[in-house]
């Protein structure tokens, strides 16, 4: 995947998702959204699927620059991190790589911002994954 970076871990997708929010917060993020597709595909298909939440994290302090640097980044963000249930009932927590999604932005100051979300989200990954 070149757009995202992933891990999984032996969990509970309940305490899954709010031990990726408290990481998150750690480095500073929020959690704007949180998007519960396997209920939204239930009530508007009827299809049953195993648990997939979208969660829209955002830090406020790098967001800010990152909106000052270029006013319709906004349609970039927040940086999503999928949590789903695998099969074999694992857990897989995956960040989108705001590296490689903000190279679609040419403005001067917006690839290191992106390298400092990067690596405060790889610093999340690591977290959760050494429990």
Not at 56 to 64: D, E, H, Q, S
Not at 122 to 131: A, E, F, G, L, T
């Given at each position: 995947m070149n757009y995202g970076f992933s891990t999984r871990i032996k969990a509970g997708f309940d305490d899954t998702i709010e031990k990726v929010t408290a990481a998150l917060g750690e480095e500073g993020f929020g959690v704007?959204?949180?998007?519960?597709?396997?209920a939204v595909l239930k009530k508007k298909l009827d299809i049953d699927k195993r648990p997939y939440t979208i969660l829209?994290?955002?830090?406020?302090?790098?967001?800010?620059q990152a909106i000052s640097a270029e006013p319709?980044?906004?349609l970039l963000l927040p940086c999503n991190v999928l949590v789903r249930e695998e099969e074999n009932g694992e857990i897989t927590v995956a960040f989108m790589d705001p590296a490689a999604v903000l190279t679609l932005v040419d403005k001067e100051g917006i690839?290191?911002?992106?390298?400092?979300?990067?690596?405060?989200l790889?610093?999340?990954?690591?977290?959760?994954?050494?429990?």
């Open positions: 704007l959204t949180e998007i519960n597709v396997k829209g994290a955002c830090n406020p302090v790098l967001a800010n319709d980044i906004g690839a290191e911002l992106a390298g400092e979300v990067k690596e405060r790889q610093r999340v990954m690591k977290s959760i994954s050494q429990d």
